[in-house]
């Protein structure tokens, strides 16, 4: 598969270093916040990452969070707080509104993700 960014710059260099750091062990990606456009997106990425595993995701919105954890095997959660509080994440990815993500940046920094 040919993965390329919006200019057309191919990733797959990008991929390879990171299945290279992934390959040693596997690794719980968590997303929090579905409501932009990139989570979709990102899913086949991670899924070709040797050792990535995104398991969980969380949205405020329950039919976005609804439609998400029908279309993939992930588990989901109504707040970001209570999937970093139960879920065990190596990784997490922001996709929140702007506005929350230095709260949930340092959420997940004191808890090691």
């Known amino acids: 598969m040919d ?8 990733l797959r260099p990008v991929i390879a270093r990171v299945e290279d750091a992934f390959a040693m062990q596997q690794l719980s990606v968590g997303f929090l916040g579905l409501s932009h456009l990139h989570p979709r997106s990102y899913m086949p990425l991670f899924h070709a990452v040797p050792g990535a595993d995104v398991v969980a995701v969380s ?55």
Not at 3 to 10: C, K, L, N, P, V
Not at 89 to 104: G, K, R, S, T, Y
Request: aromatic share 10%.
């Open 3 to 10: 993965y390329s960014d919006r200019q057309g710059r191919a």
């Open 59 to 113: 949205d405020a919105n329950a039919g976005v969070l609804d439609g998400f954890t029908r279309d993939f095997p992930v588990r989901g959660y109504a707040h970001w707080q209570e999937m970093l509080d139960k879920e065990r994440l190596d990784i997490a990815v922001l996709f929140l509104p702007h506005v929350e993500c230095p709260e949930a940046a340092v959420a997940c920094a004191e808890r090691g993700i």
